[in-house]
């Protein structure tokens, strides 16, 4: 059995815990809307064609935020399709994804199902092909009480009080030549500087999210962020990171091992923000909002096909990644990258929530079940809230293709305000058990251990409508709790969550 050592204090702490880092994600795309959250004819379906058991799912998870509604699709999105009287909005080719977007689910239908799932909106505007204009618009449409043109349109269309979205992501992905309206760094960075100084006129209690690199592998990834900060540092609040990972080559241990290109990243990022900061002699620190991460790639060959055969179709099963063991115990390790750096990510996205590369799947006419990833996700936003604790860390660690020294138990832990503890930790072991032993240094008074397991013996197992507890948690014996001394196995190959209350 390999062995691996944790130190706690109550005392050491790394910053309190923003409940956003559990947040998701739906883009009007594939099924993630139609035949996802939405589908009228569905039994399941409430009066406004919203299936309730996909938003018990939803609200099951607790996701604070969603962000919506794209994505790609954002960035060839007319905001103003979206409201008024469905039968008069416009039908448009989406050239994110080669589809063809109905508008029949807009703004208010958005609003109403968030209310539904417990959650709240953050919202993407469109730096692609719009701008300045459209962007205050929108703000103006969504926040203001009333007494002006949109927020007057607003009440018209049903809401009398303003939606109140306080949270708002300036464009996406501005930096990739896949996206509508792409633009060079400087370029972006003035648009996003003008948007977000209009946009916070209208409405100055908003928060705003600058678009940094589609991810680290960017061939422009650090100038794209030092190049947009430069003109927009001051008027933005956080800087947005994507990220998504794949395991083509069928090599788990190194796969299981990118989460530490994902602490890279996260230490870049926030590198970057703070040179722009002394470099501007300014006051203000910006925060990262990690607004869409995942694993990625099980769907994409498949997807080919169906473009060769439906373009410009409406709804159809792209980006559907059925998910496997593996994957979710990387999205656990994910998880704890946030929770190390919760003094600087405040938001992220799983992305997405729905079908589309996401936690939980539906059928058509048929069921709703939670996919693997959904577990790690739910068990952090369960237990995960407080505060971070600064956790040392000893254990063996491995050598794979990409990185050196990979931790084989990768492991946080988190105080609720009741000072009860939560460790949340990976075996990333194949094949060897590992003994956990904490010190818990000034919590005394906790004396019930608790431990939740997520295994399979199986690496590649999913779960299906038909077995959907395929993998699933299980609660498991839990270890010792003496003296202030935790010990407690964890198996081979595992996600492991060891409460300890009073
Ligand atoms: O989440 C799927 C897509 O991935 C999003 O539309 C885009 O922002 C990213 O490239």
């Given at each position: 059995?390999?062995?691996a050592?944790?130190?706690?204090?109550?005392?050491?702490?790394?910053?309190?815990?923003?409940?956003?880092?559990?947040?998701?994600?739906?883009?009007?795309?594939?099924?993630?809307?139609?035949?996802?959250?939405?589908?009228?004819?569905?039994?399941?379906?409430?009066?406004?064609?919203?299936?309730?058991?996909?938003?018990?799912?939803?609200?099951?998870?607790?996701?604070?935020?969603?962000?919506?509604?794209?994505?790609?699709?954002?960035?060839?999105?007319?905001?103003?399709?979206?409201?008024?009287?469905?039968?008069?909005?416009?039908?448009?080719?989406?050239?994110?994804?080669?589809?063809?977007?109905?508008?029949?689910?807009?703004?208010?239908?958005?609003?109403?199902?968030?209310?539904?799932?417990?959650?709240?909106?953050?919202?993407?505007?469109?730096?692609?092909?719009?701008?300045?204009?459209?962007?205050?618009?929108?703000?103006?449409?969504?926040?203001?009480?009333?007494?002006?043109?949109?927020?007057?349109?607003?009440?018209?269309?049903?809401?009398?009080?303003?939606?109140?979205?306080?949270?708002?992501?300036?464009?996406?992905?501005?930096?990739?030549?896949?996206?509508?309206?792409?633009?060079?760094?400087?370029?972006?960075?003035?648009?996003?500087?003008?948007?977000?100084?209009?946009?916070?006129?209208?409405?100055?209690?908003?928060?705003?999210?600058?678009?940094?690199?589609?991810?680290?592998?960017?061939?422009?990834?650090?100038?794209?962020?030092?190049?947009?900060?430069?003109?927009?540092?001051?008027?933005?609040?956080?800087?947005?990171?994507?990220?998504?990972?794949?395991?083509?080559?069928?090599?788990?241990?190194?796969?299981l091992a990118?989460s530490m290109?994902?602490d890279?990243?996260?230490?870049?990022?926030?590198?970057?923000?703070?040179?722009?900061?002394?470099?501007?002699?300014?006051?203000?620190?910006?925060?990262?909002?990690?607004?869409?991460?995942?694993?990625?790639?099980?769907?994409?060959?498949?997807?080919?096909?169906?473009?060769?055969?439906?373009?410009?179709?409406?709804?159809?099963?792209?980006?559907?990644?059925?998910?496997?063991?593996?994957?979710?115990l990387l999205?656990g390790s994910i998880l704890l990258s946030?929770l190390r750096?919760?003094?600087?990510?405040?938001?992220?996205?799983?992305?997405?929530?729905?079908?589309?590369?996401?936690?939980?799947?539906?059928?058509?006419?048929?069921?709703?079940?939670?996919?693997?990833?959904?577990?790690?996700?739910?068990?952090?936003?369960?237990?995960?809230?407080?505060?971070?604790?600064?956790a040392?860390v000893?254990t063996?660690t491995?050598?794979?293709?990409?990185?050196?020294?990979v931790p084989v138990v990768d492991a946080h832990?988190?105080?609720?305000?009741?000072?009860?503890?939560?460790?949340f930790a990976v075996n990333r072991d194949?094949?060897?058990?590992a003994?956990?032993?904490?010190?818990?240094?000034?919590?005394?008074?906790?004396?019930?251990?608790?431990?939740?397991?997520?295994?399979?013996?199986?690496?590649?197992?999913?779960?299906?409508?038909?077995?959907?507890?395929?993998?699933?948690?299980?609660?498991?014996?839990?270890?010792?709790?003496?003296?202030?001394?935790?010990?407690?196995?964890l198996?081979?190959?595992?996600w492991n969550?060891?409460?300890?209350?009073?």
């Open positions: 059995m390999k062995k050592r944790m130190i706690l204090n109550k005392e050491f702490t790394i910053a309190p815990i923003d409940p956003r880092i559990y947040s998701s994600f739906i883009e009007h795309l594939g099924r993630a809307v139609y035949g996802g959250i939405y589908e009228p004819d569905h039994p399941k379906a409430d009066a406004q064609g919203f299936r309730e058991d996909v938003a018990q799912l939803v609200k099951d998870l607790n996701v604070p935020l969603v962000r919506y509604p794209g994505g790609n699709f954002v960035s060839g999105f007319n905001w103003e399709d979206s409201v008024g009287p469905v039968e008069k909005r416009p039908h448009r080719l989406d050239l994110a994804w080669f589809t063809t977007e109905t508008n029949e689910v807009g703004l208010h239908e958005f609003d109403h199902w968030l209310k539904k799932a417990g959650s709240e909106m953050m919202y993407a505007i469109n730096l692609g092909t719009r701008g300045v204009d459209a962007a205050r618009n929108v703000v103006e449409y969504a926040n203001h009480p009333g007494g002006s043109y949109w927020s007057d349109l607003r009440i018209k269309n049903g809401a009398k009080d303003p939606l109140n979205i306080k949270l708002w992501c300036l464009g996406n992905e501005m930096d990739g030549p896949w996206q509508m309206g792409h633009k060079p760094a400087t370029e972006y960075g003035r648009l996003a500087a003008e948007a977000a100084k209009v946009m916070k006129w209208v409405d100055p209690s908003i928060e705003l999210v600058a678009c940094g690199s589609s991810h680290s592998e960017m061939p422009t990834f650090g100038t794209w962020e030092m190049e947009m900060l430069e003109e927009c540092y001051e008027h933005v609040d956080y800087v947005s990171l994507h990220r998504y990972y794949g395991n083509p080559t069928n090599d788990t241990p190194g796969f990118r290109d994902m890279e990243f996260i230490h870049t990022v926030i590198s970057i923000c703070d040179a722009i900061k002394g470099k501007k002699r300014s006051k203000k620190t910006l925060n990262l909002s990690f607004d869409e991460w995942n694993v990625w790639y099980h769907s994409r060959q498949q997807d080919e096909e169906i473009w060769k055969q439906d373009r410009w179709g409406k709804a159809l099963p792209i980006l559907e990644d059925i998910y496997n063991f593996e994957d979710a999205c946030f750096r919760a003094d600087r990510v405040k938001i992220a996205c799983m992305a997405q929530l729905v079908n589309v590369i996401a936690p939980i799947m539906t059928r058509n006419g048929g069921g709703a079940w939670a996919q693997t990833i959904y577990w790690p996700l739910y068990h952090c936003s369960k237990y995960g809230r407080g505060t971070s604790l600064r040392v000893d063996p491995y050598d794979c293709s990409d990185y050196k020294d832990a988190t105080m609720d305000e009741a000072g009860e503890l939560t460790i194949m094949k060897e058990d003994e956990l032993t904490v010190n818990l240094g000034g919590f005394e008074g906790l004396s019930k251990v608790q431990h939740i397991l997520l295994h399979h013996d199986d690496v590649k197992a999913i779960n299906t409508e038909e077995n959907p507890d395929n993998v699933s948690p299980v609660e498991v014996p839990a270890g010792t709790l003496v003296d202030g001394k935790l010990k407690v196995k198996p081979a190959i595992s969550v060891i409460r300890m209350t009073r």
